[in-house]
């Protein structure tokens, strides 16, 4: 399944589905259902493919996507503890994209306060802050 210009998924539920249907081993799929239910709001649904996406296997970047997603998700549905550890999967992988680094400490930061972990949070508000500035040197030296 392919996003259009506008980060919409290509096919509804339903297609997506038939293809998961045919080929359950397949994760994109599972990848690509999974954002369109998040889209429509069906967050335990979005959870659950999302989860078996990343059991099946996903590239590096759809990986890394697809724990992100999961995180907003359970913070949707109010899994704090479920998305703290989403975030932190993210930031142990260390990626290169320094923006979705970023925004892995600033979600885990969110949810600690909620927690009233308030030093924890604190501590990953700099780490985004910290995140922030390699981007910006990253981009003066370019």
């Not at 081993?25 to 999302?50: H, L, M, P, Q, T």
């Not at 885990?108 to 909620?114: E, F, M, N, P, T």
Request: proline fraction near 1%; include cysteine.
């Amino acid at each position: 399944m392919l996003k259009d210009a506008l980060g919409g998924y290509r096919g509804s539920v339903e297609e997506i589905s038939r293809i998961i249907e045919e080929h359950p081993d397949n994760a994109e799929a599972f990848y690509d259902r999974a954002n369109a239910r998040s889209c429509s709001g069906d967050f335990e649904g979005a959870i659950k493919d999302f989860t078996m996406a990343l059991k099946i296997g996903l590239r590096f970047r759809e990986m890394i996507t697809a724990y992100g997603n999961r995180g907003i998700a359970r913070m949707e549905k109010g899994d704090i503890e479920g998305a703290i550890g989403d975030f932190t999967e993210i930031i142990s992988r260390k990626p290169n994209n320094r923006r979705l680094l970023r925004s892995a400490y600033l979600n885990r930061a969110q949810l600690k306060d909620k927690k009233g972990d308030v030093e924890e949070a604190a501590w990953d508000r700099k780490m985004a802050a910290l995140c922030s500035l390699q981007t910006q040197k990253q981009k003066t030296k370019e």
